[in-house]
């Protein structure tokens, strides 16, 4: 990135979105000003690989701020910064008082953050009021922060929050909830749910918060998890996209106990070995030869990373054969990666 790029990029008055991927040590100025008017969608992505001084993180959160306030019709916007650890850049930082000027309208509908802290009080609040697609990534998210974002965030359709730490999982979904579906005037408007470092407890606040959930994301390993399974049953909550790190046989009581499944995943790429849960073949099984002929009609997909190595589950080749005769099953995709590997490194598939 250079000043003869950036004086290019100025020249495009009806510029719409904007990517930018920053490589580079020493730290630079980012050369973002305003003039991008037409913006819709902005990414800015590695803006800084190292350790960085206050009076850098200074500088970027001004440049950015400098070309978010220009933007009044930003729709979407991802940042991402490779100093995972650190985390002294804030978002709040970034959009300063630009909700509180007078003629600020909220536009951004979806918002993307890596190695940004999530911290905004009100009226910095404001600038997510229509927010429907927020994705953090924290080394420990603060929920009372994630509590504030969607409590302002009405239409919200999809969450995921990432916590870098997962084999410690000390942070509940439902304090990030709590009391926002006794609110007045609440709908439940969430369709996703990914949670990575973040367990899932279910009680009544959480589920009504779930009401309409279709997509459940969430290959923790928790005591926890086997619990889900069983509420859900009983309140009778269908998922159409489930993506799972543990076959148990409350999970496969969960998907006899209604229809719909369109896709399935086994997640086991990215387990710490320590974590890696043994495998429950018999539920397996039941998975393949009962759960899935229940969904024939609706399930389009399968996917399984599984973990390389002794004891680890399995997918044979006459099980494979026997899901590809399923009359809606149109993707079936097997993978085997090295435990600990985050992204996992595929070895082998068929």
């Excluded at 918002?111 to 404001?126: N, V």
């Excluded at 927020?134 to 420990?140: C, E, M």
């Excluded at 009372?144 to 870098?164: G, N, R």
């Excluded at 279910?202 to 390993?221: E, G, M, R, V, W």
Aim: hydrophobic residues 40%; glycine residues 4%.
């Amino acid at each position: 990135m250079n000043k003869k790029i950036m004086s290019s990029l100025h020249r495009l008055p009806l510029l719409e979105h904007l990517y930018l991927n920053f490589e580079r040590v020493p730290y630079e100025r980012l050369f973002i000003g305003p003039g991008f008017t037409s913006l819709k969608s902005i990414s800015l992505i590695n803006i800084y690989d190292g350790d960085l001084k206050q009076a850098e993180v200074d500088v970027i959160t001004d440049d950015i701020r400098c070309v978010l306030a220009s933007c009044s019709n930003l729709e979407n916007i991802h940042i991402t910064t490779s100093c995972y650890g650190r985390f002294n850049i804030n978002f709040i930082d970034m959009i300063g008082d630009i909700p509180g000027q007078a003629d600020f309208s909220p536009s951004l509908t979806t918002l993307r953050l890596r190695g940004i802290s999530l911290s905004l009080t009100s009226p910095s609040l404001r600038y997510l009021a229509r927010l429907k697609s927020l994705d953090i990534d924290d080394n420990k998210p603060s929920a009372d922060d994630v509590y504030s974002v969607l409590a302002s965030c009405p239409a919200l359709e999809s969450l995921q929050v990432w916590a870098s730490n997962r084999n410690r999982l000390d942070i509940d979904f439902m304090n990030m909830v709590k009391d926002i579906p006794s609110q007045a005037n609440f709908s439940p408007s969430l369709k996703t749910l990914l949670l990575r470092g973040v367990y899932l407890s279910l009680t009544n606040s959480p589920l009504q918060y779930l009401a309409n959930l279709k997509s459940l994301d969430f290959h923790n390993i928790h005591p926890s998890d086997e619990k889900v399974w069983d509420i859900m049953t009983s309140h009778r909550l269908g998922l159409e996209i489930i993506k799972v790190a543990v076959i148990t046989s409350s999970l496969v009581g969960y998907l006899l106990h209604y229809r719909g499944v369109q896709e399935f995943h086994i997640l086991q790429g990215g387990i710490y070995p320590a974590l890696a849960p043994r495998p429950d073949n018999e539920a397996k099984k039941n998975l393949l030869y009962s759960a899935f002929p229940h969904h024939q009609d609706s399930l389009i997909a399968f996917h399984a990373q599984l973990l390389h190595g002794m004891g680890a589950l399995e997918i044979h080749p006459e099980e494979v054969a026997y899901l590809e005769a399923l009359p809606s099953l149109t993707t079936v995709k097997i993978s085997y990666a090295l435990p600990g590997l985050d992204p996992p490194l595929v070895i082998s598939c068929f």
